[in-house]
């Protein structure tokens, strides 16, 4: 899995802003206890002294370490006793003034040994959600949500299934995708003409696959070439076209939307080419919506681009009624 470094160090700067809160909370606790009862405030300074004391006595004088040991023992279990006492008579819990932290496994510091926390992964997994719902409406558009009433159950006579049929074996494939998404992942190729789903069936992979932590970019083919342009001939913002391509290069899962609506040119090509080629090389998988047919795939790219979009990737046909258009004929008859 390759971690966003931006959003990592944000996942830890959260649960550090979190234990910082929490210790200024329990100051501000103890501060209102000691006010109300002092004698609380001598007990936590005798409790936080007494254990160095009583061993440099003991080691100082040549006595026995053990025996200073079990007289602190005894004497830190009776003011904790005193201590709990006193908490109770003001109705609070014995625990009111510690500060237990949120996690267990690492004692919120984010680490358990040398490697990341679970916690730290969960909060990376979430932002990763709330960045990619920027780009994408995986609030709406996930797999409980599929609805499969827009797909006719009439056999297409050229094909010999029907759309709905066809829908429900790309809709498995889908699923199982997303399920066992992970370094070797195959790449998807989901192709047929607009408003079939595509885009709605790839939003539902990436909200699927982001929930599980693994890092999801997502643009459409034109936004792509279009920061490579940037980059290559200096005409915008080159730091955010620098920091898109390497999500673009570098995520987990790339999702290259409406793949054939760019313009044609040599650069288009070339970008695209050394893209999809660069995640090849690398193994991370890509998913790709087109209109296009792969028939005419080697008409708008070259034969290079063609070859690795038919040899490398699992193509999902789409066929069917335009579900945006049944929409609106619905909304019409209402």
């Not at 959260?14 to 206890?33: G, K, N, S, W, Y």
Request: proline content about 4%; aromatic content about 8%; some cysteine.
């Amino acid at each position: 899995m390759a971690y966003d470094k931006k959003l990592l160090a944000a996942a830890r700067r959260e649960l550090e802003r979190e234990r910082t809160a929490r210790a200024d909370e329990i100051e501000e606790r103890r501060h209102a206890v000691y006010a109300r009862e002092p004698r609380i405030r001598a007990i936590d300074r005798e409790l936080s002294s007494t254990a160095a004391a009583v061993l440099s006595a003991a080691l100082k004088s040549g006595g026995d370490p053990e025996a200073a040991i079990s007289r602190l023992r005894e004497r830190n279990q009776s003011l904790q006793r005193e201590r709990a006492s006193l908490l109770g008579q003001l109705g609070l819990p014995a625990d009111y003034l510690t500060d237990k932290p949120a996690c267990p496994k690492c004692g919120d510091t984010g680490y358990q040994g040398s490697a990341t926390c679970d916690c730290v992964k969960a909060r990376y997994a979430r932002l990763l959600k709330e960045q990619l719902s920027t780009v994408l409406p995986i609030q709406d558009q996930n797999f409980g949500r599929f609805n499969m009433d827009y797909y006719s159950a009439r056999p297409d006579a050229r094909l010999g299934v029907s759309p709905r049929e066809n829908m429900e074996y790309n809709l498995d494939e889908c699923k199982a995708y997303a399920a066992h998404f992970g370094k070797h992942s195959p790449n998807l190729l989901l192709y047929g003409s607009t408003g079939l789903g595509k885009t709605f069936l790839s939003t539902c992979i990436a909200e699927a696959v982001s929930e599980r932590g693994f890092s999801v970019a997502y643009d459409t083919a034109i936004n792509i070439v279009a920061a490579y342009e940037t980059i290559k001939f200096g005409s915008g913002d080159g730091a955010a076209a620098a920091e898109r391509a390497a999500r673009y290069e570098r995520a987990d899962l790339l999702i290259i939307d409406d793949m054939g609506t760019e313009m044609g040119t040599a650069f288009t090509v070339s970008a695209l080419y050394n893209l999809i080629n660069t995640r090849l090389m690398a193994g991370r998988p890509m998913i790709i919506n087109t209109n296009l047919l792969p028939e005419t795939l080697s008409e708008k790219y070259s034969p290079a681009v063609a070859s690795r979009l038919l040899g490398e990737f699992m193509a999902l046909r789409f066929f069917g009624d335009d579900i945006r258009l049944i929409k609106k004929r619905q909304q019409r008859e209402l």
